[in-house]
């Protein structure tokens, strides 16, 4: 008899159903076809195992297996739960008028219990889109599936729970979405700014960087506080909106990072990978595809602490996605994108031995060794970094006496009227939303400056002698300033404040 389940396989960070038909037949050979990678052909061994332990026969006859399209490669043990419901229906052990109804995965262990897996969101999404009446999947997938409404979603423990719903004979309840409430109360964040003492310069050009979502770079000695204050970023950018979390809940529950019984991702992402991260690490890859650091730090924040430890090749991958806020990973069957939407920030210090410039410390490295340290970054990624601030430390002795100044949840308000003037702003634009986004032609248009603001910028390029990347860079931050002051034009102190966050644009780095 010949019988199908449904399950589904992720491409990017979508997806597509896969059909799983098996035909049971007389002889007494076991094939499985349609591109299964080993943990799937290695799934007969313990469906045997699976079967006999529920107390059901494994039907010692021909079983052919075949996994629809063919085209797509089916990873992992994920598929046990489909197929072994398809062998029970096959061979008349349970009933299968319910299995169209379903999509359904599950990674099964040899007593029969259901273990997690990954991109069951996806799933569910794609469920939806296609009509499935629901979806079965582990429970500790449940949370995060139900987030998708209009369809059953269905988390089970052991496959006799499923076997119980397939033959009618289940009282099992549907998860209840928790999303809206998770991401209602979950305004809190482990850091608040106010924990920086003094640094009130550096405070302020943070929130530039978040009102108009511009990279920042922050340049200062061991101890200064740059990793401190970057930690602090994620708790002044405005909360995730719902679609914005479930885009980043995608990404991470694809890379299998979601912690298990989550049902959202309901805080923005930091993430700060080591400077020994890989290329595939950083922007993604690998045989099976995976989303890397700059798509789990989609709407949220990827710091990168002591940026020139990098290696510059790993740096250099991620310029591209930065542009086009999208990694595209090429291999020979498929072609995947990611979305890579994040605020960049970096810090560095200014010199291998860090003081450089230093007030009180004396710098003891050579101009060469200076000179071969700031090489390691490249003028070009530099030049997608809106905002460079040196910061400098507050002394030991003064920290008890700095005011903490004000505080996350203060800040945050001004942070979010500026996002929604540039919202406003781009509405008809398309595919932009803040001004760190726009091209040198939305520049044109929404950036006028008036005859004495040029005269100001030209002055000042030729005066500090900044390169000609700068220029573009200078006016979308003096956006973002006169946003903040709720001013509809460009004003010369909104262009004097930006151009100091140039004071490092000295052509000093490598090409
Ligand atoms: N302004 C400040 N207010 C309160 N604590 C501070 C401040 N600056 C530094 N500190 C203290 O100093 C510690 C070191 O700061 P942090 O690690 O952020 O420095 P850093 O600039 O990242 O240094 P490195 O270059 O060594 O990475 C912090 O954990 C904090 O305890
Ligand atoms: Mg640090
Ligand atoms: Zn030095």
Redesign the pocket.
């Known amino acids: 008899m010949l019988v199908k389940t449904y399950g589904s396989a992720i491409q990017g960070i979508d997806a597509i159903i896969i059909t799983i038909e098996v035909n049971i037949s007389k002889g007494s050979k076991f094939f499985l076809v349609g591109l299964p990678d080993n943990a799937v052909k290695e799934s007969h061994h313990r469906l045997v195992a699976v079967i006999n332990n529920i107390g059901y026969k494994y039907p010692g006859r021909r079983i052919v297996i075949n996994m629809a399209p063919a085209n797509i490669k089916k990873e992992g043990s994920s598929y046990d739960l489909p197929i072994a419901i398809a062998i029970l229906a096959a061979s008349k052990q349970i009933k299968d008028i319910l299995l169209t109804n379903y999509i359904m995965m599950g990674e099964l262990s040899l007593d029969g219990s259901i273990r997690a897996v990954n991109g069951a969101l996806s799933m569910a999404l794609k469920a939806k889109e296609d009509g499935f009446k629901g979806i079965i999947v582990p429970l500790e997938n449940a949370n995060e599936a139900s987030v998708v409404d209009g369809i059953d979603v269905y988390g089970f423990k052991h496959i006799t729970e499923v076997i119980d719903l397939l033959n009618g004979k289940s009282n099992a309840k549907v998860t209840i979405s928790q999303a809206e409430n998770l991401l209602e109360k979950n305004t809190s964040y482990p850091f608040n700014i106010e924990?920086?003492?003094?640094?009130k310069n550096i405070k302020r050009a943070l929130e530039i960087a978040a009102a108009g979502g511009h990279n920042i770079i922050?340049i200062?000695?061991?101890?200064?506080?740059?990793?401190?204050?970057a930690k602090r970023i994620p708790s002044i950018l405005p909360p995730l909106t719902l679609d914005e979390a479930l885009e980043t809940t995608k990404i991470h529950s694809v890379a299998g990072i979601l912690p298990r019984g989550n049902a959202i991702v309901s805080a923005r992402p930091y993430r700060s990978p080591h400077h020994t991260i890989s290329d595939a690490g950083l922007v993604g890859g690998g045989t099976y595809p995976k989303p890397g650091e700059i798509s789990l730090a989609q709407n949220g924040v990827l710091f990168l602490?002591?940026l020139p430890e990098f290696k510059r090749t790993v740096l250099e991958v991620m310029r591209q996605p930065m542009e086009d806020r999208l990694v595209t990973i090429s291999r020979a069957r498929v072609t995947v994108d990611y979305p890579a939407s994040f605020m960049l920030v970096a810090?560095m210090?200014p010199c291998p031995c860090?003081y450089y410039n230093h007030p009180e410390k004396d710098c003891v490295c050579s101009p060469g060794n200076v000179q071969n340290y700031l090489n390691r970054i490249s003028g070009p990624l530099m030049d997608r970094i809106d905002l460079h601030v040196e910061?400098t430390?507050?002394a030991f002795d003064d920290?008890s006496t700095?005011s903490s100044g004000e505080s996350s949840n203060k800040i945050r308000p001004r942070v979010i009227i500026a996002r929604n003037i540039q919202k406003e702003r781009f509405e008809k634009a398309g595919n932009i939303y803040c001004n760190s986004q726009m091209s040198s032609k939305d520049i044109a248009n929404y950036c006028m400056l008036n005859s004495n603001g040029k005269t100001l910028l030209k002055l000042a390029m030729e005066k500090l002698n900044l390169s000609a990347r700068a220029y573009d860079r200078i006016i979308k931050v003096s956006r973002t300033i006169a946003d903040l002051g709720a001013s509809k034009d460009i004003k010369n102190d909104h262009l004097a404040e930006a151009i100091q966050y140039r004071s490092l644009d000295r052509d000093n780095w490598g090409s």
Do not use: C
């Open positions: 924990d920086v003492k003094g640094q922050m200062g000695p061991p101890g200064s506080g740059k990793t401190m204050l602490d002591e810090a210090n860090g910061v430390p507050v920290l700095k």
